[in-house]
């Protein structure tokens, strides 16, 4: 759909994310270390998006947060503890 169809629907500002742009790039870093134990975590603070975070967990992420403000956040609650990491 294009992006202006999708302004003129909802206005903006606006975020839009693909989902098949998501999971490429995903792919794309995971792939990329495929020959070394690896293990990627997806920063919330970053961009803090449900559906984004929910995403990248269906693709193997864990989540990563730098306070425990952002750990203790919807997202970050529903992963199991050991999926999540908390950064000094």
């Known amino acids: 759909m294009p992006l202006a169809t999708i302004a003129g629907a909802e206005g903006t500002p606006l975020y839009v994310y693909s989902a098949s742009l998501v999971r490429e790039r995903y792919r794309a870093i995971d792939d ?6 690896h293990a990627i975590h997806y920063a919330l ?3 803090s998006t449900l559906a984004i975070a929910r995403l990248l967990r269906e693709l193997g992420s864990a989540a990563e947060a730098s306070s425990r403000a952002t750990s203790c956040s919807p997202v970050s609650a529903s992963r199991p503890q050991s999926s999540n990491a908390l950064s000094a």
């Open 45 to 47: 603070k970053a961009n």
């Open 32 to 37: 990329a270390f495929a020959g070394y134990p």
